[in-house]
């Protein structure tokens, strides 16, 4: 079974997992969407880690201190960043982190991959329309997608013909234009919320 779903807030992803569990779907993979397996229902616990790493012997090591704590590896690699552990030594810690600081470490880390994405596509954004490849007039008036000469000076069925021929390539064309400034939009409220889990982690740190 895959479930697509999108998680800010880690505590709330963890506590969906470990239902789904409990209700016998044991997670085996996540990309885009999460790849569950039925299984006998399991009272477990499961835990998600944000870290990226260049080195494979760097996350090779990081990977057996959590086996080596108790915690079995059940999805992630080094690139993904987001790494899921179940606890499979019921005498170690019931949590993955020894602090709330590591612990809200992660939404930084998360929060500056967002933030790292959006400026990816702010960039493309920018050099497609400085290139022309992208017309900015025309994201703003949608009219302007329509290409037929004087198709908004024609009346009756010669407009209709001519606006129902060429709208699925506007709707084609419109589509491919919006998507990059609509995910630098979503990527930079992703970073913007993770952001705001990391501060407030912060200040109940500092506040202990």
């Excluded at 407009?159 to 506007?170: C, G, M, N, R, S």
């Amino acid at each position: 079974m895959k479930k697509f779903k999108i998680f800010v807030n880690f505590d709330k992803e963890e506590k969906w997992l470990n239902e789904m569990a409990r209700n016998g779907w044991q997670l085996k993979g996540k990309s885009t969407r999460y790849r569950f397996c039925k299984g006998e229902p399991e009272d477990t616990v499961i835990k998600v880690d944000y870290r990226v790493f260049n080195k494979r012997d760097a996350y090779e090591d990081y990977l057996m201190l959590f086996k080596d704590s108790g915690w079995e590896h059940i999805c992630g690699n080094r690139s993904c960043g987001a790494q899921y552990f179940k606890r499979i030594d019921e005498s170690s810690d019931s949590d993955i982190f020894s602090d709330l600081s590591s612990k809200a470490g992660r939404y930084k880390r998360l929060s500056n991959v967002w933030m790292s994405l959006a400026m990816c596509y702010l960039t493309i954004f920018i050099s497609f329309c400085l290139s022309n490849t992208i017309d900015i007039n025309a994201l703003l008036h949608p009219k302007l997608l329509y290409y037929t000469p004087g198709l908004w000076e024609r009346s009756g069925a010669a407009f209709w013909k001519a606006f129902l021929i060429e709208t699925p390539i506007v709707l084609l064309r419109g589509f491919i234009w919006y998507l990059i400034p609509v995910f630098f939009i979503a990527f930079v409220i992703f970073a913007l919320l993770s952001e705001k889990e990391y501060r407030k982690m912060k200040k109940v740190t500092i506040a202990k």
